[in-house]
């Protein structure tokens, strides 16, 4: 029998699979209890905590905008004042994007990626566990400021001056500045953590031209929030530093520059419309082989679409500046780049065409919303197209066309294709199948409500309704048409209920999924339905880039893995190959004090300069706990 | 140049000829409105230029001795390059129509 030489324990090699479980469950199983609830550094439980939170802020979300629309049902309706009308859409807009679009994707990619390139768990885990303490404090600041009426006011971009100290007293836009610090500090550690995993943790023979595509796209929208993220963090921060500690960076009067902000801003926000959409992007070149029984076709143009993507949302900031003022020809480029996107899209969206043209579709919910994404996304698209020219821009800037054109194109392209992924794994998250006959209903009414609240926003902006009102003049041509818009938009929320309540119910009750309900071909589908702690018995290795298509019958694995402590095969980056063993991190709480030591420090230097200094003591004694040997047999590297 | 560099030419090479342009293009057009030069459109078409030539260069990579792995990234390479080339061709095309000078 082969065993480790320093503890004497045996290897995978030598143990049956029933007693290969045994040993690994009792060595990668979280303590049972709050503690350990609090303690553990499994992507999957972190995962499902992250996605959950996250749709609790939809939700919220959403409620804010059947708000919005019930005051704008009709002209002068006095439902919600002007004040509070202003925090409304700010809350709505930062939450849904800060707070709900990049968080949920991050969430999947956390889910998923470990499982989909066959390793045991995501690397740094206790980054992963402080990231969603990070993230939930941001969301639940952000909330109760709203609570307590002091919500930020100043639009989910916050534009200088208005957002700086002469125009917005008081600390409401502080606590916005301070919820993107939050949020963008949880998502930077997700995307740090994606990238080590997929470059170094894949399973032997999961070369680079055999990643999931999913894989590639939570790579790329990696890169895209390591890159862009500190763009917005440096701008948040600054803000802060001008509001409290009188710099002046925002301001002209004294060598400042309020276009700076803009600049900073669109720098990530452009990028950020990208972070969250090409995650989508991968879920349907995951979802839809599936449905058509036959692999995807064009993966090599795939992925060129998903790098290419990645690197133009870098060009494209300025054509949200186009009424700014900038030299025509400048903006002209940003133009090119921005209808040069549409090339690397079109590519994604005649790949998706041609995989269901060879394929033999069979429309379960999954398809369904993969379907309303393509139609959806393509309108989004074409609208994409109009408003990157600098005339058209110039016309409906700030009107509902905008409104209504990324609404296609986040909830086109990011929300079906979610939905239709929490369909889809959602028997792999919980071991249970959603329901196919509630899934038809939601995917009928939140496609039709989503279609009719949407598209006549489209007319209503040509016609000149600006954003961002929170009433208008009985006068103006506007009250049908914002009345059919308020009434679709029930529809909208009757099929997200419909979506919520299928959700809950079948968490429970509904009917057992077994590992592969879908005959689905990658690898997150070779282990059990919810994967067990450890995510797979034995490493599988990979031949191919659908591996249980291939090799269904008999998946070879890799052998020699030590049982007795957690420990992950490390793989060379481009053929991966494999090049060691490294133990992965226990459960620990200590991420969770440094969480909180973190949050006291960020919430405190909203109102006092020296959180910075004094604040940074706990942070540092939280860190000492969390880095301190534990003399585990993971701290042996 | 070293052979795995010019082989994946066309991932750095055209989105850097793409990035620089699209920087000049904020700067070059005061310049040339002043001086009655044509510096942008110099600029673009040569990152035209450069970002083809990347592409290029990663089509040569992709030799039937190269491994699966090298193929798939040299083919993507140039692929890649071949779609900056496009925007950086439409910029170009963009100095050719409009005025530096107009605001």
């Known amino acids: ?637 | 140049m070293n052979f795995a560099l010019a082989r994946y030419a066309g991932l750095y090479v055209p989105p850097a000829a793409w990035a620089i342009n699209t920087q000049l293009g904020q700067i070059l057009p005061y310049g040339d409105c002043s001086a009655g030069a044509g510096w942008t459109a110099v600029a673009a078409f040569t990152a035209a230029a450069f970002a083809a030539a990347g592409a290029l260069l990663s089509r040569r990579g992709a030799v039937v001795t190269a491994s699966r792995t090298a193929l798939f990234l040299s083919r993507m390479s140039f692929l890649l390059g071949l779609c900056f080339a496009f925007a950086l061709l439409m910029q170009g095309a963009a100095t050719v129509l409009i005025s530096p000078c107009l605001y």
């Open chain 1, 1 to 637: 029998m082969m065993r480790d030489r320093d503890t004497q324990e045996p290897l995978d090699v030598d143990l049956d699979d029933a007693e290969l479980a045994a040993k690994l469950e009792k060595t990668w199983a979280s303590r049972p209890g709050f503690w350990g609830a609090i303690a553990t550094v499994d992507h999957k439980v972190i995962a499902r905590r992250y996605v959950v939170t996250a749709f609790v802020f939809l939700i919220l979300g959403g409620l804010l905008a059947m708000a919005m629309r019930l005051q704008l049902s009709r002209p002068e309706a006095c439902f919600i004042g002007p004040d509070r009308y202003n925090q409304i859409f700010t809350m709505h807009g930062s939450n849904m994007m800060f707070l709900f679009a990049v968080p949920v994707m991050e969430a999947m990619a956390v889910y998923l990626v470990p499982l989909m390139v066959g390793t045991r768990n995501i690397a740094f885990p206790r980054l992963n566990a402080f990231s969603y303490w990070i993230f939930l404090f941001g969301g639940l600041l952000l909330w109760l400021s709203f609570a307590l009426d002091t919500g930020p006011d100043v639009g989910w971009f916050a534009y200088v001056p208005l957002s700086g100290p002469q125009y917005a007293p008081g600390k409401r836009a502080d606590l916005w500045a301070q919820m993107i610090t939050f949020t963008e500090l949880a998502a930077l550690a997700v995307a740090v953590e994606i990238v080590v995993t997929v470059f170094k943790q894949r399973a032997p023979g999961m070369s680079l031209d055999r990643i999931p595509v999913l894989v590639w796209a939570m790579l790329v929208m990696s890169f895209l929030v390591i890159m862009a993220m500190p763009a917005i963090m440096v701008a948040s921060s600054t803000l802060i530093l001008d509001r409290l500690v009188g710099t002046q960076f925002y301001n002209p009067a004294l060598g400042g520059d309020a276009l700076l902000w803009q600049h900073l801003f669109w720098f990530f926000g452009h990028p950020e419309v990208y972070i969250i959409f090409l995650p989508a992007v991968g879920m349907v070149s995951t979802i839809l082989p599936s449905f058509v029984g036959r692999p995807l076709f064009g993966y090599l143009l795939l992925v060129m679409a998903l790098i290419a993507t990645g690197v133009l949302s870098f060009g494209l900031w300025v054509h949200h500046m186009f009424v700014v003022g900038l030299p025509r020809v400048g903006e002209s480029f940003f133009t090119a780049s921005s209808m040069a996107i549409a090339v690397p899209a079109g590519v994604q969206i005649f790949c998706w065409l041609a995989t269901l043209w060879a394929g033999r579709p069979v429309f379960r919910t999954p398809l369904l919303f993969v379907l309303g994404f393509i139609v959806t996304f393509v309108i989004g698209g074409l609208t994409g197209v109009m408003v990157a020219s600098v005339p058209l821009d110039s016309q409906v800037h700030d009107t509902y066309f905008v409104v209504a054109h990324f609404h296609y194109v986040l909830i086109g392209g990011a929300v079906f294709p979610l939905i239709g992924a929490v369909y889809f794994w959602f028997p792999k998250m919980t071991g249970r199948m959603m329901s196919e006959r509630l899934g038809r209903w939601a995917f009928g009414l939140i496609f039709t409500g989503f279609h009719l609240t949407f598209f006549p926003m489209h007319i209503l902006g040509l016609w000149g309704m600006p954003r961002r009102v929170y009433t208008y003049q009985p006068e103006l041509p506007w009250a049908g048409l914002n009345l059919f818009i308020s009434l679709s938009s029930v529809i909208l929320a009757a099929g997200f209920l419909v979506f919520f309540i299928d959700a809950l119910r079948s968490w429970k009750n509904g009917l057992p999924a077994g590992p592969n309900p879908w005959k689905a071909s990658t690898l997150e589908w070779a282990t059990s339905s919810p994967p067990p702690a450890y995510n797979f018995r034995r490493i599988p290795v990979v031949g191919s880039r659908d591996p249980l298509w291939s090799e269904a019958a008999d998946l070879p694995v890799a052998a020699g893995m030590r049982t007795h402590r957690r420990e992950l095969l490390v793989t060379s980056m481009v053929e991966a190959l494999p090049q060691a063993r490294e133990s992965s991190p226990s459960d620990s709480v200590w991420p969770f004090w440094t969480a909180i030591a973190t949050a006291i420090m960020l919430i405190w230097s909203i109102f006092s300069p020296w959180a910075v200094v004094w604040g940074s003591i706990p942070i540092a004694v939280a860190l000492i706990g969390w880095f301190w040997p534990k003399g585990t047999p993971e701290d042996e590297s």
